[in-house]
């Protein structure tokens, strides 16, 4: 599957052992390290991979160059899941020269103790490998401070690290045309399609904070013509460019689709008595809506759909006069997000006296979002006496029209 053109070679590896990625999002399809050869009269590596794969990193890599050497390793990101064999490509081609920006340098240094035959690179420059030229164009904070892209002018192709990756192995071929999502049981869908969700639990977890950045990064991509997105992870992006494209343009300006994710937190169940009454409620009037339970899920799922839907409602008991730990983590992962434009409603048990729904509208209204109810805070068991979910419903269903 190496071959992208004549010029470009694949060469990254998926990784199916992985259960948690960066200690904290589970791989239920796995995630592919994206590494990229350049051939010309000099040889450009784009990035590298996951320490562990070494053997088979360079397995792909020999297969592609045989006894050639690589001239430049350029460094676009600097996060161990694409750095981490930097050391071991100066190894083998000693003379390699890496290619990053004032940015990447002490990160190389404090990462790998590499400091010396490292070419700085500003913003546009260029470096030509013969027949083809690559240019550089940074890209702070998508996601860390020191990223950039490489574009290669002659194939109309944006090396664009982390930005458009998606979670998700890659299976059927590198290629969107091909590319499958491994494990998916929907091999019939579009390979876009196929990754979305992957794709927006990708961004709303790793990247979702940086919403400004990223449209400051995407303002200045639109001046180039792009045929081909190489990224970091998941599929190379040839056909589904304009969605995948306006996905991250649509994603970073967090708009979203009319509907409602509920997420609610419950020790005994009273809580979650509530969360599904006002599930079924939407579902009567025709909204669309998911449920997630942040004690038995990971929490990478409802911020993805945190970013799908424009209406958040969460629900959680009182707990020591305070908010239940797993819904306040929760909210505090969604202000740290900075998610803006949404609507947002709460409710939750007590017993004795209530402070979690007055407490999470304190958040929400801090962090901009729109209260479309007071919350409904109940004692002890869950009833429609008590906590009248279809009104909540019809409240909700009204403000999405
Ligand atoms: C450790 C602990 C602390 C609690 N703290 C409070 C509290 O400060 N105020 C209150 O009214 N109820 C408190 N409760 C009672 C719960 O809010 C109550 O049992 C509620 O119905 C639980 O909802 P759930 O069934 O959705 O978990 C506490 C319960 C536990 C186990
Ligand atoms: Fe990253
Ligand atoms: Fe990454």
Redo the contacts with the bound molecule.
Sequence with gaps: MGRISERIRYVGVNDLQKVIFEGMWPLPFGVSYNSYLVISDKVALIDTVEAGFAAEYMDNIRKELGDRKVDYLVVNHMEPDHSSLIRLVREAWPDVRIVGNAKTVPMIKGYHGIADNIHIVKEGDSISLGDCTLTFYMAPMVHWPETMVTYLNEEKTLFSGDAFGTFGAVDGGIQDQTARLMGSSDSALDTFDAFRDEMRRYYSNIVGKFGQTVQAALKKLSGLEISRICATHGPVWEKNIPEVISYYDRLSRYDADNGVCIAYA???????AAAKALAAALEERGVECVLHNLCTENVSYAYRDVFKYNTLVVGS?????DIFPPAYGFMYGVCARLVKNRRFAAF????????SVKLLNEMASRAGMELISDGLSFP?AYSKEKCDMEALADKIAASLK
């Design positions: 419950s020790m005994y169940g009273n809580t979650a008991p009182t707990y020591n006069n939750g048990s007590f017993t004795w006296a209530g402070a002890q």
